[in-house]
């Protein structure tokens, strides 16, 4: 009996991060949607005090490990970030070569995560900087990953965990078919390869800055294209 409440406690553990990135997203949306918003600077300012508000609170939940993780990288930021780009290297080739088998022979329409990242790069230029480059990169490494590997002691069951929940949420989102589905190898090889390397490092620095810089290049090319 006792075990199986370790089992169910531990389980719960693993859900901290998301708990927190859920609700904090469901209160400012219906903050935003009650507040008479008149213009985009409105906005973009609102929208990252959610961002900020949502890392705080994960700091304040993961502070311990954040602490141990942040001596610990210090030491050996040469090791583990050799051994975090050589992964997402690899990550990054799957991901390009699948998104354009999947544009030249499959379909022409990008996810609606791209759709949307494009849109809020346009319109919301100073969150998209906080979302993609800055903050959200450490909020998804916490809540994806940190959350789920701190709490399970099962590896199969924590790259399961965050590799299906981080594509389902960035491949899937806004999917209005089930041809959208095909995206889940691209988005999967990338979350596959940071899960990777922070089961390998056991150090959460990696993979945020791996992460960032990821989103950092991803930036540039949308902004690029849009301004093109």
Known sequence: MNSFIEKITTLGKSFYGL???????????????????????????????????TLLLLIIVFRKR???????????????????????????IVMTVSNNIIYHFITTSGPA????????INNYPLYSVFSMILIGPFIEEIVFRLSF?????NKKVYYILSV????????????????????FLPYGSLAFALSYILDKTDNIFTTVIIHSIHNAISFVLIAMTSML
């Open 19 to 53: 708990i927190i990135y859920f609700s904090i997203t469901y209160i400012f949306n219906f903050v935003l949607k009650a507040l008479p918003i008149n213009n985009k600077f409105q906005y973009n300012i609102l929208l990252s005090v959610c961002e900020i508000t």
């Open 164 to 183: 299906l929940i981080f594509t389902s949420l960035h491949a899937l989102n806004g999917m209005n078919t089930s041809l959208a589905l095909i995206y």
């Open 66 to 92: 954040l602490k141990k993780d942040f001596i610990d990288f210090d030491k050996n930021y040469k090791k583990y970030l050799k051994l975090g780009f050589t992964v997402w290297f690899f990550g990054l």
């Open 113 to 120: 995560n791209q759709g949307a990242a494009v849109n809020i």
């Open 149 to 153: 590997k701190n709490a399970l002691k």
